[in-house]
């Protein structure tokens, strides 16, 4: 079965601290893989994209790196912010030939929550 | 606006009851997915449109769920008899094409008493 694992569920840090938020995965076979920010209350926002090909990508303080080979990714936040707290999402897309093509699998999330 | 604009934003309703969620997807978008959030959940994906024919409709949980987009525009996502676990956020969201960027509406929130 397709899943996207994330870890931690929440997490608090102070305003201006570094934090990594992990994503595992099993779709096979891979497509890309996205991370989104929601905001409560509104819809989900996206903040990277990689395809098996890419390792690292980044979006201002956001930094999101792939491991096709490990099915793994993580979200680095630099310089925590307050508008930074929201759910940050972990999202897979599968490629042709599997049963998940054209469907995204997410995973449930980490509560990230940011303190002054 | 140009964003993906989705109808109503609250809806409460009684057990047994039928309701209509509506999507507008940005203009041109043809790819239009619906998705279900639950409290505390990730999304989970119920059907995908391109254009008018729905291509991906295997997330749809059971026959009370339906979803049409008839002129490929403004898709209806249609719950019969509802059930108090239907209770979630219903997102909607369009592409330009299949496998391009998603744009996400702010959801409609279904509560069922």
């Known amino acids: 079965k397709n899943q996207v694992e994330q870890s931690p569920q929440s997490l608090i840090i102070l305003e201006g601290k570094n934090c990594t938020l992990q994503c595992n995965y099993t779709v096979s076979p891979f497509s890309n893989l996205r991370w989104y920010k929601q905001d409560t209350g509104r819809g989900p926002v996206s903040l990277t994209i990689?395809?098996?090909?890419?390792n690292t990508k980044s979006n201002g303080r956001y930094t999101a790196t792939l491991d096709a080979d490990t099915k793994q990714s993580s979200l680095h936040i630099t310089a925590s912010q307050l508008s930074d707290s929201a759910s940050y999402i972990c999202v897979v897309s599968g490629r042709a030939g599997g049963t998940s093509y054209g469907k995204l699998t997410f995973g449930q999330g980490t509560i990230l929550t940011v303190h002054p | 606006g140009a964003g993906v604009s989705q109808t109503p934003s609250n809806k409460v309703t009684e057990k047994g009851k039928y309701v209509e969620l509506r999507c507008d997807p940005i203009s041109g978008h043809t790819a239009l997915y619906w998705y279900r959030q639950s409290l505390g959940q990730g999304p989970e994906f119920l059907i995908y449109?391109?254009?008018?024919?729905?291509?991906?409709d295997s997330g749809l949980p059971n026959d009370r769920f339906f979803a049409v987009r008839p002129e490929g525009s403004v898709s209806t996502l249609k719950i019969q008899r509802t059930e108090r676990g239907d209770s979630a956020v219903y997102l909607c969201?369009?592409?330009?094409?299949?496998?391009?960027?998603?744009?996400f509406g702010a959801g409609t929130r279904l509560s069922v008493l």
């Open positions: 449109f391109q254009g008018t024919g729905a291509a991906d």
């Open positions: 990689m395809t098996f090909s890419e």
């Open positions: 969201a369009s592409s330009l094409v299949r496998g391009h960027i998603k744009y």
